[in-house]
């Protein structure tokens, strides 16, 4: 009997080749990720083992690339804290502070330039007011007459719409209320930027650039780690700070002490004064985001 | 015998000396005026969170103007209120209820180196604020709760105040106005 001609093995060869040239054609777009970390599985369903390995991984790339000693942590939230955050809005005076605190704190690229806060100007005549605010003012001193400042950034709402929207699940809200992103996850659909009402996240259209000199290499995995070309990152309260008992970068800035923070659920703490004692207000409240960030006039 | 009980008893009054004077020492009230140590551990603030201890900032005193009675001692208090010929740096910018007030409302006449409240009572200079809430109460009320004011520090734990005086020039108030960071880049100019 004629043996069958067999021919499972070349087509095998075939499949498998082409599937290597998509696989490794898609790698090439990526610039810096390697094999391992395109085929690392969601943050939360790491294992203790893998987390500690793809930080040793990670801390060793960013001391090669910045030429400084990093760290970077995966601190989980503590039991009993949620964090909420007031800004006096009779007190900012627009100095931008804040904004660059921020930037330096969490390793946002300088160029293309990504801010987490963004204060907007608005007219005291006619109050908050979105459509007539403006974010590029620039007299030689601030503040100007006739006007007052709403400094923007993420509000961590309790009823979050961008981790809704998340096809993928790469965002999500913490136990302590600070909604984060894993950018390894994010596959950079902006779904959630067109679902935040606040425009609060911001995607890196380009490769980030940060000068070595300006780098920090105190970081938390979930925040202010140095992040990819092509994914979507937002303010986290400053994770890596905040989960080590200090204040976010632009709290301790800020030259007029208009910035709040501290744990909502302490009755004894500074946000739950506010709370209880001075007028609260919430922006954009009739879309029931639930912001934990508060704006108040503490005169 | 009597020798070695003579012997116990020393030993024993010894013990008796140091263990108080160990006591003694641990009861000491901590100087809560210093920057050093308030700002230390992290997250035991929860356990220790003290209402009484306020920790602030030294009172920013411009160059060799402190002590003033390095110069005051030797001069005759006057407390006929007039246009000083001295601290021009001061009486030009002064602009603080001037109208009705002038130095000796907050300055002790014959102890310069104290503030003195309404009442007499005389205040040093860390305690200032105490001087500044005989007027702004709720200013003084606030900025103990940390709403008033700035805190650094620890959300949980040990914080550092910055006294009134630290941002208000206590001479002149108000704020000025100062020059804003640079505005974020317009879409347009990041496109290359």
């Known amino acids: 009997m004629k043996k069958p001609v067999n021919y499972s093995g070349r087509r095998k060869f075939l499949k498998n080749l082409s599937l290597f040239a998509v696989g490794s054609l898609a790698l090439s777009g990526c610039g810096q990720v390697t094999m391992k970390e395109f085929l690392q599985k969601n943050f939360r369903t790491l294992s203790k083992k893998e987390k500690d390995d793809i930080i040793k991984a990670l801390e060793k790339k960013y001391t090669a690339k910045y030429g400084k000693e990093f760290h970077v942590t995966d601190e989980p939230a503590a039991d009993g804290v949620e964090f909420g955050y007031a800004l006096d809005l009779s007190r900012c005076i627009g100095c931008r502070r804040c904004v660059y605190a921020c930037v330096k704190e969490n390793n ?34 601030v503040p100007e007459e006739g006007y007052f400042y709403v400094p923007v950034q993420c509000q961590q709402c ?5 981790t809704e929207v998340c096809p993928v699940k790469a965002t999500w809200q913490e136990p302590d209320g600070v909604v984060v992103v894993d950018y390894n996850w994010c596959i950079g659909c902006r779904y959630c930027m ?16 940060i000068p070595a000199a300006e780098i920090n290499p105190e970081t938390h995995y979930l925040g202010n780690r140095p992040r990819m070309k092509g994914v979507v990152e937002k303010c986290t309260f400053c994770i890596k700070r905040v989960r080590d008992g200090k204040y976010p970068a632009c709290v301790e800035i800020c030259p007029v002490g208009a910035r709040k923070f501290g744990n909502l659920l302490d009755p004894e703490s500074e946000i739950r004064y506010i709370l209880a004692n001075k007028r609260v207000l919430v922006l954009k409240q009739e879309l029931n985001t639930q912001p934990r960030f508060y704006y108040f006039f503490g005169v | 015998m009597k020798d070695i009980f003579k012997t116990l008893f020393k030993i024993h009054s010894l013990l008796f000396l140091s263990v108080s004077i160990i006591i003694i020492s641990c009861n000491d009230t901590p100087e809560v005026y210093n920057l050093g140590q308030t700002v230390t551990s992290p997250l035991e603030g929860a356990a220790n969170k003290s209402h009484e201890e306020i920790a602030v900032s030294p009172p920013p005193f411009s160059d060799g103007i402190f ?6 001692a030797f001069q005759k208090p006057n407390p006929v ?29 014959n102890n310069r180196d104290s503030l003195r409240l309404a009442s007499g009572k005389l205040l040093d200079f860390k305690e200032s604020y105490k001087l500044c ?46 020059k804003p960071e640079p505005p974020p880049f317009r879409e347009d100019e990041q496109i290359k």
């Open chain 1, 194 to 209: 067109a679902a935040c009402p606040y425009g609060a996240r911001h995607f890196n259209w380009g490769e980030p650039y």
């Open chain 2, 81 to 109: 209120r007039r246009t000083l010929t001295w601290h021009e740096d001061i009486t030009e910018i002064f602009n603080h209820d001037s109208k009705n007030r002038w130095c000796l409302d907050c300055h002790d006449l």
């Open chain 1, 108 to 141: 946002q690229s300088r160029d293309p330039q990504i801010q987490y806060i963004q204060v907007l100007q608005m007219e005291k005549e006619k109050g908050i007011d979105f459509a007539h605010s403006d974010v590029h003012y620039n007299p030689e001193l």
């Open chain 2, 133 to 178: 809430g005989q007027c702004h109460g709720d200013k003084l009320r606030d900025w103990k709760v940390g709403v008033h004011g700035k805190r650094t520090g620890y959300w949980n734990g040990p914080k550092q105040y910055y006294l009134c005086v630290s941002c208000h020039n206590p001479h002149s108030p108000k704020f000025k106005p100062i």
């Open chain 1, 158 to 162: 309790r009823n979050p719409q961008c």
């Open chain 2, 67 to 72: 002590p003033c009675n390095d110069c005051h």
